[in-house]
């Protein structure tokens, strides 16, 4: 099951309100928070390390039942690294 839930045109702050909420109403949360520095920093696609013959976890790597809440309120102008581009494609 999927649900798409967005809020636009929110006060500064009510985002963590909401986001406080949820995590309350249902503890299974993941919340990524879509900053520059999130997006930059690893990937969100699992990858394989070949070395130790084993699959990294990645950001988007949560258990069934899980829900997840991107954040898109700490976006900020600024570059992304190929990483980031990665991430948004």
């Keep these: 099951m999927s649900v798409n839930f967005n809020i636009k045109n929110c006060e500064p702050g009510s985002s963590t309100r ?13 919340i990524l ?24 976890h990645s950001e988007l790597s949560i258990p069934d039942g899980f829900i997840l809440i991107l954040d898109e309120t700490q976006l900020s102008a600024g570059k992304l690294t190929e990483i980031g581009t990665a991430n948004l494609g």
């Design 18 to 30: 909401i986001i406080d909420a949820i995590s309350r109403l249902y503890p299974k949360t993941r």
């Design 33 to 56: 928070p879509m900053s520059l520095k999130t997006l930059n920093s690893k990937p969100f696609i699992p990858i394989k390390n070949y070395e130790k013959e084993q699959l990294e």
